[in-house]
């Protein structure tokens, strides 16, 4: 039993070769023998059936539908034959023409249904041609009624041949592939109509030759060939236009991104181009391999191939080429029998259909992977990716979204830094901080997900904590403080057990308040959480210290510098015995033309930051060397201290800038005091000691200011050589009412003496401060008492005036003109 030959089809075959038999029988029974003239009738009939039988065009439907012209000889033998004759010829002819067919490798079992089929057909012709009251005879004429009847009769015997091929044909298609009945009979049905009425034309036109000269009969077959041939050419076109017009509408349902959906598209559309049973597709690049198959109603599978249950008999494959020229799968077409193979035109066809498939799922797996990159790069956009977490930009997108309703409840955002992580970092080395910095992290995620918090990383040891609908503002503190709680347990790390400190600041936030405002108020309160030592802080505004005015500042300082906006003012330094001017230090104000005299400590650490360090250096120092010029002009020898900061110590440049400005003044280096203020110098005290070494030795004196309050150490006056001492200002203000205030005085002092250096105390405002100061043993002072800060030329006329009529003197004497011997530089014993 070949392919599509089922049981059922060999039974309905049997029951046609059956009526068939009995068709020939009942012709067979008025059977009468015809006179040698005669017989040349008989084989002209059996003649037209063979040429219209083998004249047959194929329909693609996918099953064993032939279009041909054996109606047109048939009904024209059952008109002019005896029905015995003409089913005789019939049989004749079609068998003869079907057998024929197998030298093209047609199955026997096809030659004979198709051949009991015409057979039928014909006897149900010839039935029709009886009834119709036409009496074919060979004796005689062969037309033997009158031309209505005939009409008649044809048409009773065109529709009955075409009634049993409507029922025969279908039935068989239906019985070998599958497919339903209605589907099967509306497949070109215009053209099995057409070649009807052409084949009953045909031989309504037979009869009018046959009435002229029965011989004419011979040009039947030229005229079943060219119907043949003019059907052929008609189905050829409608073929072509229906398989583009499917494959058209098959490869633009494959321009989808989704590979699930290209699939599963193709696996159906191959189905309905190609008119099969099902249709699957198999990948072989992916692990596992993936098939998925479907018919015309539905995907019958979908998933690895190793699962696949077994498909219909699979006749005709297209591998699925890749762009290096591997091949990335298969698709296979489960095509009806018998016709279960494909064919000239479609073949091309598969091959268009694979190569469209093949890019529709490069394209899908393409535009895949650049979904993945899209959705990977959005996701580190918005994730730290050392600890997995939310970073920055997360946290500001979901600061910056509603609040999910009015009245939902309280937003609060907590800062949190770890304490002394950098020691980890210095110790250990950044991959242990690393590893810190995850373990951290998973605890601080985990306690949040618990009270319903998110946490972000910010950046170094900086994380977020950000708790939404909270039932009242003051159980932020409390559900931060459990969050936090997560990092008593120490953490494991190089073998050692490190317990994990944090310092936390919280936020509320409020209507008007934007993200940028409320993680910076968090911040501040982190801040004052690690200057206080405690754990949480909680955001006030009356504590926020925040000056925005320096933002501003920090923009107008290029102008500041470059209009002399900064101006020097001189604080008189006095001998605190006779009361006698020797030095004045030199203060900077900035005199803003918007804010007014701003002093140091707003814009000073600005001025720090910023690129303009030098060239404000530069405009205060040569101020500075003005005013002690006017005042020894004025005969008066006094020197000028300047205090500097350690960005300028760390300045190669700054050595040749100061004894440029000293020379282009014409003043002894020795004039000049550059006071040593922040303990930044004393971390660079290689670097440091450097530029002071090439100052030093062209004579420039050098102090050491604050001393004793923690900004400058012992180990300072060790390192770096210096030439005076600076007592600070605190201790001069609590020495009469603090013992521990009067002991660092009188150390200070005593320390100076003993390595030989100038002593100068800071803030004297009282006469008792002097005169407890002379006592301790210190010799020089500044502050009130003897003046406040001034320009140079007010420092001059209050050095002409003098105090008591004295020039130079800016205080009364203490020993009032007893001789007094200086023990300031007695050297050590």
């Known amino acids: ?104 490798g047609a199955s026997l079992h096809k030659a004979l249904h198709n051949s009991g089929k015409d057979i039928l057909a014909a006897g149900a012709a010839a039935g029709a041609v009886w009834l119709s009251g036409v009496r074919p005879s060979l004796d005689g004429d062969l037309l033997t009624a009158s031309w209505s009847t005939y009409a008649v009769a044809l048409l009773a015997a065109a529709v009955a041949f075409a009634a049993v091929e409507e029922i025969v044909t279908p039935t068989t298609v239906v019985l070998a592939t599958g497919r339903s009945f209605a589907q099967v009979s509306r497949t070109d049905w215009d053209i099995r109509l057409a070649i009807d009425v052409a084949s009953a034309v045909l031989a309504g036109a037979a009869l009018g030759l046959i009435a002229i000269d029965p011989r004419l009969m011979i040009a039947m077959p030229l005229a079943q060939l060219v119907l043949y041939l003019l059907y052929m050419h008609r189905m050829h076109l409608r073929a072509e236009r229906s398989t583009w017009e499917q494959l058209a509408a098959a490869t633009d349902a494959l321009n989808g991104v989704d590979l699930d959906g290209v699939l599963r598209t193709a696996a159906r559309g191959a189905v309905a181009v190609f008119t099969a049973r099902q249709a699957q597709v198999e990948l072989w690049d992916v692990e596992p391999c993936r098939l998925v198959r479907a018919d015309a109603e539905r995907v019958l599978y979908d998933g690895p191939s190793s699962a696949a249950p077994p498909p219909a008999p699979l006749t005709a494959s297209r591998l699925l080429g890749g762009r290096d020229g591997s091949a990335i799968g298969v698709l296979r077409l489960a095509l009806p029998a018998p016709m279960a193979g494909l064919h000239g035109r479609e073949e091309s066809t598969l091959r268009a259909f694979g190569a469209s498939l093949t890019t529709a799922i490069l394209n899908a797996r393409a535009y895949a992977e650049l979904a993945e990159q899209r959705d990977r ?3 580190d956009a918005r994730h730290d990716p050392l600890t997995g977490l939310d970073n920055r930009r997360a946290l500001l997108d979901r600061l910056g979204a509603a609040q999910q309703e009015p009245g939902s409840g309280t937003r609060a955002l907590a800062l949190v830094d770890l304490n002394r992580f950098k020691e980890v970092n210095d110790t250990l080395g950044h991959a242990f901080g690393d590893q810190l910095l995850v373990e951290v992290g998973g605890r601080l995620d985990t306690a949040a997900r618990d009270s319903g918090a998110m946490v972000a990383r910010l950046g170094g040891d900086e994380f977020a904590i950000l708790f939404d609908n909270l039932p009242a503002p003051a159980t932020a503190v409390h559900r931060a403080r459990r969050v936090l709680d997560c990092l008593r347990d120490p953490v494991g790390l190089a073998g050692m ?13 409020t209507p008007g308040v934007s993200a940028g405002e409320l993680l910076r108020r968090a911040d501040v309160a982190m801040y004052q959480a690690k200057r206080a030592g405690v754990s949480i802080v909680d955001y006030q505004h009356g504590r926020d210290t925040a000056d925005h005015r320096q933002l501003s500042l920090g923009g107008e300082l290029a102008r500041a510098v470059a209009e002399g906006e900064f101006a020097v003012r001189f604080q008189p330094i006095v001998d605190l015995g006779s009361g006698e001017a020797v030095a004045a230090e030199a203060l900077t104000r900035w005199q803003h033309p918007r804010h007014g005299v701003l002093l140091p400590k707003q814009w000073l650490p600005i001025v720090e930051r910023s690129d303009l360090l030098g060239a404000f250096t530069a405009r205060v120092l040569r101020q500075a060397l003005l005013g002690l010029r006017e005042w020894r002009s004025a005969g008066f020898d006094l020197t000028v201290a300047l205090n500097v900061s350690p960005h300028s110590l760390l300045d190669p440049a700054f050595p040749a800038m100061v004894l440029d400005e000293l020379d282009a003044h014409h003043l002894d280096p020795g004039s000049l005091t550059l006071e040593l203020a922040e303990t930044t110098s004393v971390g660079q005290l290689h670097a440091v000691d450097r530029v002071l070494t090439a100052l030093r030795a062209a004579g420039v004196r050098f102090a050491l200011d604050d001393f004793g309050t923690g900004h400058s150490t012992l180990s300072v006056v060790s390192e770096v050589a210096v030439h005076e001492l600076k007592i600070d200002r605190t201790f001069v203000a609590a020495m009469r009412t603090s013992a521990q205030a009067a002991a660092a005085v009188r150390s200070t002092v005593e320390l100076g003496r003993s390595l030989g250096l100038t002593v100068v105390a800071e803030g004297v405002e009282t006469a008792d401060q002097r005169q407890a100061l002379w006592e301790l043993g210190c010799t020089a002072g500044q502050g009130h008492l003897f003046g406040r800060a001034m320009r140079a030329g007010e420092i001059l006329e209050a050095l002409r005036d003098g105090a008591d009529g004295v020039a130079g003197s800016l205080a009364a004497s203490l020993h009032r003109g007893a001789t007094v011997i200086a023990l300031r530089n007695r050297p050590p014993a």
């Open 377 to 379: 790069h959005a996701r």
């Open 497 to 509: 057990q490190i317990t994990v400190q944090a310092s936390a600041g919280i936020a509320l936030a």
């Open 1 to 104: 039993m070949r392919t599509g030959e089922t049981g059922q089809l060999r039974l309905f075959t049997g029951l046609v070769l059956f009526l068939a038999a009995g068709c020939v029988a009942w012709g067979a029974t008025d059977l009468v023998t015809p006179e040698p003239d005669q017989w040349h009738y008989l084989a002209i009939a059996v003649g037209l059936v063979v040429v219209g039988t083998a004249c047959s065009a194929p329909v693609q439907i996918r099953g064993p539908i032939r279009l041909n012209a054996t109606s047109a000889a048939v009904l024209l033998c059952v008109l002019v034959l005896p029905p015995g004759w003409a089913l005789i010829c019939a049989a004749s002819g079609v068998t003869a023409a079907r057998l024929a067919s197998r030298t093209t």
